[in-house]
């Protein structure tokens, strides 16, 4: 180890190296004179036959190199000087494919940080492999509606030994009222062991205990900056959510991304209020125990879920209970998206690694004279090859270096305008790390080693070079051959995108002119919350409900008589809005099935 490091610190130090080098092989040339002069030797005989003894200076100070430091490490340095000299003298090639491996390497970037931070990066939850949803499954039609009956969530936290947590919440955006101001923020109503799940400790406070029940709330750190100043004054504040009032207890860290958008979760019953088991209108969300695998927490759901179909054969016959991967439910709608888009931008960097091959098959074409005379010279085919190679790679990480800021600037296009048009999950975990640069370092290297592999093999024919040396800048019919061949691949791989791409604009054109079933020009929608608190189940509860709907229908009214409005409406969830419900029904003397539906007055279809 200590000749490793002295070898290794040697050829850092070249200069200082070669000098005692030379001290040393002119002490023991002029020891071997005066052992030959002592024999009798004049003195110029003794120099030269010293000389021959010696084997020759510099071959004895080649062997001594190679014994004291790395000559490869020597030969890197002085064809990495070589390939900066070559490459600033063609300004033209070097700008080219720079450019070309930048764009290139930036959209493969790019798509690499949006995939890798939707997709690829685990959750940033303690135990995030045993987070699952627990949803019902149709076993007639395999529908497995978003969300889950009360009366199912009570029965399935009875199970023991399945969940270290589990937690119901509901909820949406909703009116956020504080001493002097209001918000209109995503709000969740959650079980207390909602926090539980996911094992994120606030920044401040603490989480909910059993204690708290419809009397606390957590809020994200942005809420609290926002409307307090700081995570500490927004403690013990108390803030208004359908005419309750809840403590604030614990402030949650940004990495706290679920469900997306919400800002407040306030602590529900310990029960879903609406204990039905038609209405769809809770989602459970649940840590797997230590030990339980999801197929064993399926065998318990399903056994389960015969039991209360046989209690319940009205409501329960036809569903059972299975559990999904949380990571699932997020990206399961964007992530065949994601992958096809991965595999276009691909196909972008084939044909920039096509086209830097062509131009470094012309560039070494018309260097065919150099590489001649390196070679008749004594140039090895290694130091050929490796002078080729770290030109690629000189190229390799310049087109690298443009390429992470093209994909800064194409990743923040992606999720300004994107965003509005396909919903991206986790989009706060999507930015340039270490491991996107990894990707970017790697996929600039593999697109200029790839890209020199046709030059050096043309490179390697050294005798077909020395031969063909006479008319420089002449190209064998190989050399044409190949980069025809280079031409054709980029046509061809051009072609495959330039037909996808028309048909995913024909496909969207497609997608904004189907009719909708509605007239949708002189159309405006705005959004309001009359809230209510309690269950429409008891008087007082059904009261509250009543007076919200009321509320609603003043608005309607005084909308009706505004200037310039022909009809005023009011709908629970528009078929391309924020909000639905979905629940139970039948058709008389048939099963009773699971669906969306929407509660409306009947203005909205004039």
Known sequence: MRRFLHRLWN???????????????????????????????????????????????????????????????????????????TLTKSTGFTFAVI?????????????????????????????????????????????????????????????????????????????????????????????????????????????????????????GVGFARRNFGSPDVALGRSIFIENRSYTIVGIMPDSMQYPAGVQVWAAGALEPENKNRSGYNYRIVAKLAPGVSMQAADARLGALANELATTYPDANSKRTFVTVPLRDTL?????????IMMGAVSFVLLIACANVANLT???????????AVRAALGARRRHLLGQLLTESVVLGLAGGAVGIVVARLATAALLNIGSRYVPVPRVNEIHIDWRVLFFAAAASMLTAIL???????????????????????????????????????????????????????????????????????????????????????????????????????????????????????????????????SGAYAVEGKHSTTGDFRLCLRPVFD
């Open 361 to 371: 098959l012309a560039r070494s074409s018309a260097r065919s004279r150099e590489m």
């Open 99 to 219: 450019v070309i491996l930048g764009i290139g390497v930036g959209a493969n970037t790019a798509m690499f940080s949006v995939l890798d931070g939707v997709i690829l990066k685990p959750l940033e939850y303690v135990d995030a492999d045993r987070i699952v949803r627990v949803q019902t499954r149709s076993t007639t039609t395999g529908r497995m509606p978003d969300a889950i009956p009360g009366g199912d969530e009570i029965d399935i936290r009875r199970l023991d030994g399945m969940f270290d947590a589990l937690a119901y919440y509901h909820g949406g955006e909703m009116g956020v009222q504080m001493a002097d101001h209001a918000e209109f923020d995503g709000v969740r109503l959650v079980h207390p062991d909602f926090f539980r799940v996911f094992g994120i400790p606030p920044v401040a406070g603490r989480i909910f205990t059993i204690q708290d029940a419809q009397q606390s709330a957590i809020v």
């Open 331 to 339: 990206t399961g709608n964007v992530r065949p998206t994601l992958y």
């Open 451 to 581: 890209s020199g592999l046709v030059p050096m093999r043309q490179t390697s024919k050294i005798r077909d070079a020395i031969s063909g040396a006479g008319s420089r800048g002449s190209v064998g019919a190989g050399t044409s051959r190949m980069r025809s061949a280079l031409v054709v691949a980029q046509i061809a791989l051009s072609f495959v995108l330039a037909i996808n791409a028309g048909l995913l604009v024909r496909s969207f054109m497609a997608l904004t002119n189907v009719a909708l079933g509605f007239r949708e020009d002189h159309l405006l929608v705005a959004y309001a919350h009359a809230p209510a608190r309690g269950s429409i189940f008891d008087q007082s509860g059904l009261q509250n409900y009543l007076r919200a709907g009321q509320a609603i229908d003043d608005i309607v009214e005084r909308l009706r008589h505004v200037p310039d409005v022909s009809a005023a409406g009011a709908v629970m969830g528009l078929p391309t809005g924020q909000y639905d419900s």
């Open 11 to 85: 050829a850092f130090r070249r200069a200082r190296s070669e000098h005692e080098l030379d001290r040393e092989i002119s002490f023991h040339l002029r020891l071997i004179e005066d052992e030959y002069r002592r024999r009798g030797l004049s003195d110029e005989e003794a120099h030269r036959t010293a000389r021959l003894a010696l084997g020759g200076i510099e071959q004895t100070k080649e062997l001594h190199r190679q014994a004291r430091s790395f000559l490869w490490i020597d030969d890197l340095k002085r064809d990495v000087r070589y390939a900066l000299r």
